[in-house]
T-cell receptor, first 117, second 111 residues
Framework: DAGVTQSPTHLIKTRGQQVTLRCSPK?????VSWYQQALGQGPQFIFQ???????QRGNFPDRFSGHQFPNYSSELNVNALLLGDSALYLC????????????????FGEGSRLTVL | LAKTTQPISMDSYEGQEVNITCSHN???????ITWYQQFPSQGPRFIIQ???TKVTNEVASLFIPADRKSSTLSLPRVSLSDTAVYYC????????????FGSGTKLNVKP
């Protein structure tokens, strides 16, 4: 049973460019959350997707957008990249079900390391 | 908005028990308390989760007082491989309540 998979693992972009990161959740999970982790800091919540809709959002600008597909996989898009967007981007999956209960364990992928030059 | 406060770092020796305390004074009724372990350049890994009182699994124990404004992760007999950053999270529960990470505690286990 595959866990959470993310791609690409590493990428380098220049300021102003756009990037798309991808995530496949753990089998049986229906909810995907995205986190940004700058070097030496804790992960910061970006947003959460369930049933192809954004359910919760952290304090991130509109340059950060996402999508969830019918198979529960997800994408994170960042437009107009800034140097400060350089970070490890983590995807986490969980099962919410009909009740929308996310009290269960979050399973994390290994992340996508983005470097903006 | 529940936030957490943890010690920045802790040192221990192999074989000792380590207790890491987290403060979360503004915890909400539907928030769970969850602890994660993270090694460099890897995603966080679930350790334990609780709502109140005490929870124990094969790797750790979690102690939560009645007021739930703090929690303590207890790691029995640590080894060198337990050197990592440990995060205390509050959140989850119903209605897609999101999880918030704190800044974490860097545990350094010495031989």
């Amino acid at each position: 049973d595959a866990g959470v998979t993310q791609s690409p693992t590493h990428l380098i972009k220049t300021r102003g460019q756009q990037v798309t990161l991808r995530c496949s959740p753990k089998s049986g999970h229906d909810t995907v959350s995205w986190y940004q982790q700058a070097l030496g800091q804790g992960p910061q919540f970006i947003f959460q997707y369930y049933e192809e809709e954004e359910r919760q959002r952290g304090n991130f600008p509109d340059r950060f957008s996402g999508h969830q597909f019918p198979n529960y996989s997800s994408e994170l898009n960042v437009n107009a990249l800034l140097l400060g967007d350089s970070a490890l981007y983590l995807c986490a999956s969980s099962f919410a079900g009909l009740a929308g209960t996310t009290g269960g364990e979050l399973f994390f992928g290994e992340g996508s390391r983005l470097t903006v030059l | 908005l529940a936030k957490t406060t943890q010690p920045i770092s802790m040192d221990s020796y192999e074989g000792q028990e380590v207790n890491i305390t987290c403060s979360h004074n503004n915890i909400a009724t539907n928030d769970y308390i969850t602890w994660y372990q993270q090694f460099p350049s890897q995603g966080p890994r679930f350790i334990i989760q609780g709502y109140k009182t005490k929870v124990t699994n094969e790797v750790a124990s979690l102690f939560i007082p009645a007021d739930r404004k703090s929690s303590t992760l207890s790691l029995p007999r640590v080894s060198l491989s337990d050197t990592a950053v440990y995060y205390c999270l509050v959140g989850g529960g119903y209605n897609f309540n999101k999880f918030y990470f704190g800044s974490g505690t860097k545990l350094n286990v010495k031989p």
